[in-house]
C-alpha cells in the first residue's frame, strides 16, 4: 500500500502521480485532457504550486513557476538522487534535465544545449547557476577540475555585476543575452567552457529611467570600494556625486548589498585568474566612464560647446592614458576629411553631449567584451582531443513595456526566431520517434510564425533592412522618415500597422510615431523615436584615434589599429544582432535541445509560446513507453498476464490492452513501445490499477473506520451541543450589554452636538472635548509647511478659534528666529524691531495695479512692502513697490513693473550695522545693458529682509556691514554708499560722488 502525502508524493514516478491528480495536477502537460485549454494548463500549474512543485513537463520540456522563496530542493540530498535517473522516474526537477542532457550527451556523444527562457524576474539566471552548481557537485573530481568548475561558477558574478542591472521587475536582471558552451571530455569530465554574449544593453551607461539603476558594478565600486582605491581612480563613496547613477533615483535598493557584492566580484576575479593589473586598468575604465558622465558642456555666443570645468576631463584622461587637450578636442570638435586636408568643426551642446555620451557607451561595451574574452581564456581547454558540450542558453524573455523602443524590436526578434527554431526542433524530435517506432506521422497544426521573421529579417524589405537604409541615406533621415518608409514598404502586410494604416478603432491607441508589430505571443507597439541613432551608435572617427593612443593596456585592445585601416561603414546594432542570432541559431540547431521555461503570470504562458508547444507533443501520442515498463506496472489488471508473463512484451502488453477493451484508434503498436493516443485512455488504466491494489484494503479500512468514527462522532455531537448552548447564552449577554452601552454613548454625543454653542455643562462636556482633541490632532498634521503660508491654516470650529489663533501666531514666530540669527548684535536698530509683529504684507493685492498683478500673478505674491529707490547716479528718491513672489523680485512703479530680478541672480544683500533703514540688492549683471545694484530704503527693513531671505533661501547671503558699502550701477561702473551717525536721518549725495547716509545715534541698553 501506497501511503499518499507531500513527501512520499514527491518520490512518485510519472504513473505513480497521476493517482494524486486531482490535488497536484498533471506531471507532464502532455497527459492533460484540456491541452487544448489554456484556463486548464494555468489551473493545472496553480494546482503544483499550491504544494510547492514548482516544476512541470511538457515531453521533455521543463516549466517553472517561481516561487518567490527558499524551497528545500537543492540540497546535495536532491543532487546524489537525480544522478543516473530516468528522465521521468522522478518527478519533474531541473536537475532531471540536466542529468538527462549530461548523460545523453555521454552516450549519443553528440553536442546537446539546454535553452533558459522567460521574462524578467522570473529566475533565468538562478536556474543557470542551479545546473551548473549541478554539474559542479556531479561531474568526477580532481584539482584541474575543480579548478575549471571554480572558474564557471565564479564566472557568474563578475557576469551579473557587469551584465545585470535593477529594473522595475526585477532588482537583478540581465542586460545581455548569455550563451555558455560546458565541455566534457570522453570520461564525462568539465573540463572548459566558452561564453558568447549577445545585445549588451549599453543604452543604460548614459541612462536609465525612473526606478531603475546603471550596471551594478558602478554601485559595488564607489559603495564598495576600498579608500585607497576610490583615491587612486578619483572617487566618492557616494553615488549621488555621478550624473550616470542618478537618473532611476534610487541608486540604494534594500534587497541589493552592494559592499558585499563588491567583495564577491574581487574574490570571483582573482579565481577567474585576473591578476592585479588586469584589475586595476579594468576598474579605471569604469571610473572613467563615471567620470565621462560628468564631464559638462556649456554653449558659447555661437552655440558651439565649450568646457566651464577640467576636473572630470582630467580624470578621465588619466584613467584612459589619453592627453587631456587631445581629449578636450575630442570631445568638442569633429575632425572631417577633406581631399588630403583635416578640418575640425566644432561641436554644438547637443552634439558634444551625443559624442561623450557615445564614447561612455562604446568605452563600456568593449570592456565587456574583452571581460568575456578574458573569462573565456581562462576557461578555454587546450587539449586537443575531441569534446562534446552541453551548451546554456541564458537569453532575454518577451519584454512589452509602456513605451517599447529599439532594444524591446531586438529582443522580441531574437524570442521571435527561437520560437520558429524550438517548435521546428520538438516537429523534428516526434517525427523522428515515430519514424523509429514505425508509426505513421500524422500533420499538425500550430501557429508558423516564419511570416513575422521575414517581416523583420528579410533582405532588401524587412523593417531591418529598411532601417539600416534610412541610416546611411544621404540627407535628413529621421525617425519619422523611416516609419514613412516602413508604411510605404509593408502597407499591407497583416501582422505591421501604424497610425495611418489603421482604422478608426485601432487608432485610437496609436501615436503617430508609433508602429506595431502583431507577434506570435501578442501585439506590441513600438515608438520609433531613437531607432535611427540606436542603430547607427555611431563613434566619431577622430574618437577611435584618440582612443587607440590610450596607454590603458585593456583600451588599447578594445580600440585595435586594425579598425584605422578599414574605411569600411561599420555594420549597424541591428544588423549585427541579426547575424550573431543566425550564427547563434546555426550553433543550436547543431546540438540536441532541452527546454527550461521560467513561467511567472498568464501573459507569459501565451509570450513563451508554451500552448504551441503542448499542441505539437500532442499532435499524436499523448503517451509512450518501453514494452516492459508498461507490462511491469499493469500486469495485474489482466489475468493472462498475472502474476507472470512467460512470452515476449511485446505480446503480453497486447494481450492487456485487448482485455481492458482499447479500440484501434487509441493505441499503436511500435517496435520497441506502446504509443496511447489520448489522456484520458491512461488515467482510465491507472485508476483501475489503483483500485485493483486498494481494493481489499480500503474495504476493510472503509468497515473499521466507519464503526470508530460513528461512535466518535455521537460523542462530538453531544458535547458540541452543550458547548454551543453555552456560548451562545454568553455570547447573547455581552452583546445586550454592548449595545446598552453603545446606547447611553450615541444619546450622550447627540444631546452634546445640539448643545454644542452653549455654555459648557455636563450634558456637552465630553463632546466638546472631543471637538478641540479633534481640531488638535488634525491641525498637527496639516501645519503649514512654511511660515510665509497663509492660506493652508485650518479652520478651527467655534470653541477654539481663540486657542487657534494663539497657535496661529506662536507658528508665526519662528520666522523671527530667522530674523534674529541674521542680524542680533550686529545691527544697532535690531533691539528695537524685535517687539513688533510681522504682517503677513504690507500692501493688499487691491492696491497693486490691475496690469502688474495680471503679468505676475502665475508666480504667487507672498509679501509686498512700500520702498523708496535711490537712482544709481544722482541717488533721486522714487516711490516703488517692492514685490516677492515665489520666483522673483519686482519693483513696481504704478502699473509699470521697472525691474525683475530673479532669485537666482541675486548675489546677496547688504545693509549698515547702524540705525539706517537702507538695504542694497547686489544683482548678478552679464550684459553691459542690463541695470545693476538696487538701493532701497524700507521702513520695515527687518520684515522685508526676512521675508526675502526665506522665500529665496538666502539667509547666508545677508551681510551687516560697517563704514562703506560698495555697488554696481553697470558692468564695471561701481560707486559706495557712506553710512555714518547724526542727530537726524539724512540721504544725500556727497562731494566724493558717493550717496551720504546719516542714521540715527541710538542709545544702548
Not at 486 to 507: I, S, W, Y
Amino acid at each position: 500500500m501506497i501511503k499518499k502525502g507531500k513527501v512520499k508524493l514527491g518520490q512518485l514516478d510519472l504513473e505513480g502521480a497521476l493517482i494524486a491528480r486531482d490535488r497536484v495536477g498533471i506531471q507532464d502537460f502532455v497527459l492533460l485532457d484540456s491541452h487544448n485549454s489554456e484556463t486548464a494548463f494555468l489551473e493545472n500549474l496553480k494546482k503544483r504550486f499550491t504544494e510547492d512543485l514548482i516544476y512541470t513537463y511538457i515531453g521533455t520540456l521543463l516549466i517553472s513557476v517561481n516561487p518567490y522563496k527558499n524551497l528545500d530542493i537543492y540540497a546535495k540530498k536532491q543532487m546524489d538522487l537525480y544522478m543516473g535517473v530516468n528522465f521521468f522516474e522522478l518527478p519533474p526537477h531541473i536537475y532531471a534535465l540536466a542529468d538527462n542532457a549530461y548523460h545523453t550527451m555521454l552516450s549519443e556523444a553528440n553536442n546537446h544545449f539546454i535553452l533558459i527562457s522567460g521574462e524578467s524576474g522570473a529566475g533565468k539566471t538562478e536556474a543557470s547557476k542551479k545546473i551548473l552548481q549541478y554539474y559542479a557537485v556531479s561531474c568526477p573530481s580532481s584539482t584541474l577540475l575543480d579548478t575549471v568548475r571554480d572558474r564557471m561558477l565564479m564566472s557568474n558574478p563578475v557576469l551579473e555585476a557587469f551584465g545585470n542591472a535593477k529594473t522595475m521587475k526585477n532588482d537583478n536582471s540581465s542586460r545581455f543575452g548569455k550563451y555558455m558552451d560546458i565541455q566534457f571530455d570522453c570520461q564525462g569530465d568539465a573540463v572548459g567552457g566558452h561564453i558568447l554574449s549577445y545585445l549588451l544593453e549599453k543604452s543604460r551607461v548614459v541612462h536609465q529611467n525612473h526606478g531603475e539603476r546603471n550596471f551594478h558594478i558602478f554601485y559595488q565600486l564607489v559603495e564598495g570600494g576600498e579608500e585607497d582605491l576610490l583615491r587612486h581612480l578619483g572617487l566618492e563613496k557616494d553615488t549621488k556625486h555621478y550624473c550616470y547613477l542618478v537618473q532611476g533615483e534610487c541608486s540604494s535598493v534594500s534587497s541589493i548589498n552592494d559592499k558585499n557584492d563588491w567583495k564577491t566580484v574581487k574574490n570571483a576575479l582573482s579565481v577567474i585568474d585576473f591578476d592585479t593589473t588586469d584589475t586595476e586598468h579594468l576598474f579605471g575604465i569604469i571610473a572613467s566612464v563615471l567620470h565621462l558622465g560628468n564631464v559638462h558642456f556649456e554653449g558659447d555666443s555661437k552655440g558651439y560647446a565649450f568646457l566651464n570645468s577640467n576636473a572630470a576631463l582630467r580624470w578621465v584622461s588619466k584613467l584612459l592614458g589619453v592627453h587631456v587637450q587631445v581629449l578636450h578636442e575630442a570631445l568638442t570638435f569633429r575632425k572631417i576629411e577633406a581631399k588630403s586636408e583635416q578640418v575640425l568643426s566644432p561641436f554644438t551642446v547637443d552634439h558634444a553631449i551625443y559624442a561623450r555620451d557615445a564614447l561612455a557607451k562604446a568605452i563600456y561595451d568593449r570592456a565587456f567584451n574583452w571581460l568575456v574574452n578574458k573569462i573565456n581564456e581562462s576557461l578555454e581547454n587546450k587539449d586537443s582531443n575531441r569534446k562534446t558540450v552541453i551548451g546554456l542558453l541564458d537569453i532575454y524573455g518577451f519584454e512589452v513595456f509602456t513605451v517599447n523602443s529599439f532594444e524591446q524590436f531586438c529582443i522580441n526578434y531574437c524570442n521571435e526566431k527561437l520560437q520558429q527554431l524550438f517548435i521546428q526542433l520538438t516537429l523534428k524530435a516526434e517525427q523522428e520517434e515515430y519514424e523509429s517506432e514505425g508509426i505513421e506521422w500524422e500533420p499538425v497544426q500550430f501557429f508558423n510564425n516564419k511570416i513575422i521573421c521575414d517581416l523583420v529579417e528579410e533582405k532588401h524589405r524587412g523593417i531591418i533592412s529598411v532601417l539600416d537604409e534610412e541610416c546611411v541615406r544621404p540627407g535628413d533621415a529621421t525617425d519619422l522618415t523611416f516609419l514613412e518608409k516602413l508604411e510605404e514598404k509593408m502597407g499591407n502586410h497583416p501582422h505591421f500597422v501604424t497610425h495611418k494604416l489603421a482604422d478608426k478603432k485601432t487608432r485610437k491607441s496609436l501615436e503617430r510615431g508609433d508602429f506595431r508589430l502583431l507577434h506570435y505571443a501578442g501585439e506590441v507597439t513600438y515608438c520609433v523615436v531613437g531607432f535611427i541613432d540606436k542603430n547607427n551608435d555611431l563613434l566619431y572617427r577622430n574618437i577611435k584615434d584618440m582612443m587607440r593612443l590610450s596607454k590603458n593596456p585593456i583600451i588599447q585592445q578594445c580600440f585595435p589599429n586594425s579598425e584605422r585601416d578599414s574605411r569600411r561603414r561599420p555594420e549597424t546594432v541591428a544588423t549585427q544582432f541579426k547575424n550573431s542570432l543566425l550564427r547563434l541559431t546555426e550553433i543550436l540547431t547543431a546540438k540536441e535541445p532541452w527546454y527550461f521555461d521560467e513561467v511567472l503570470v498568464r501573459h507569459q504562458v501565451k509570450y513563451l509560446g508554451l500552448m504551441e508547444h503542448l499542441r505539437v507533443r500532442r499532435a499524436g501520442f499523448a503517451y509512450r513507453r518501453k514494452y516492459e515498463v508498461f507490462l511491469q506496472r499493469y500486469k495485474a489488471l489482466c489475468p493472462a498476464t498475472w502474476p507472470h508473463w512467460r512470452g515476449v512484451p511485446a505480446d503480453g502488453v497486447e494481450a492487456l490492452v485487448q482485455h481492458l477493451g482499447y479500440q484501434p484508434d487509441e493505441y499503436k503498436m511500435g517496435r520497441t513501445k506502446i504509443f496511447i493516443r489520448y489522456a484520458k485512455t491512461l488515467f482510465a488504466i491507472e485508476d483501475a490499477f489503483e483500485i485493483c491494489k486498494h481494493e481489499l484494503a480500503t474495504r476493510l479500512q472503509a468497515k473499521y473506520k466507519g464503526y470508530r468514527a460513528k461512535g466518535e462522532f455521537r460523542k462530538q455531537k453531544e458535547a458540541a451541543t452543550k458547548i454551543e448552548t453555552c456560548w451562545r447564552g454568553a455570547q447573547a449577554r455581552k452583546e445586550r450589554d454592548r449595545r446598552a452601552w453603545a446606547v447611553k454613548v450615541i444619546k450622550k454625543f447627540i444631546k452634546g452636538y445640539m448643545t454644542r454653542k452653549e455654555a459648557k455643562t455636563t450634558d456637552n462636556s465630553e463632546y466638546l472635548a472631543f471637538v478641540r482633541q479633534s481640531y488638535l490632532n488634525r491641525l498637527k498634521v496639516n501645519l503649514p509647511k512654511s511660515v510665509l503660508d497663509k492660506t493652508t491654516w485650518l479652520t478651527p470650529p467655534p470653541v477654539v478659534t481663540e486657542t487657534s489663533e494663539i497657535l496661529r501666531k506662536l507658528h508665526m514666530r519662528v520666522m523671527k528666529l530667522v530674523t534674529s540669527a541674521i542680524f542680533k548684535g550686529k545691527k544697532d536698530s535690531y533691539p528695537a524691531s524685535v517687539a513688533a509683529p510681522f504682517v503677513d504684507t504690507r500692501i493688499n493685492e487691491q492696491d497693486i495695479n490691475m496690469k502688474v498683478l495680471q503679468t505676475i500673478r502665475h508666480e504667487r505674491i507672498k509679501y509686498s512692502v512700500p520702498v523708496v529707490k535711490y537712482d544709481r547716479n544722482g541717488f533721486k528718491p522714487r516711490e516703488r513697490q517692492l514685490i516677492l513672489t515665489q520666483a522673483a523680485v519686482y519693483l513696481v512703479e504704478d502699473a509699470k513693473i521697472k525691474q525683475r530680478v530673479d532669485y537666482v541672480s541675486l548675489k546677496g544683500v547688504s545693509v549698515s550695522n547702524l540705525g539706517d533703514s537702507i538695504m542694497i540688492l547686489h544683482i548678478a549683471v552679464n550684459d553691459p545693458k542690463q541695470k545693476g545694484d538696487l538701493v532701497l530704503q524700507c521702513d520695515h527693513l527687518y520684515e522685508a529682509l526676512t521675508k526675502l531671505a526665506m522665500i529665496a533661501k538666502k539667509e547666508n547671503n545677508i551681510q551687516v556691514l560697517n563704514g562703506s558699502i560698495k555697488f554696481e550701477i553697470q558692468t564695471g561702473r561701481e560707486n559706495a554708499v557712506d553710512f555714518s551717525t547724526g542727530a537726524e536721518p539724512m540721504v544725500y549725495k556727497g562731494s566724493n560722488g558717493h550717496m551720504m547716509v546719516v542714521a540715527p545715534r541710538i542709545k544702548s541698553r
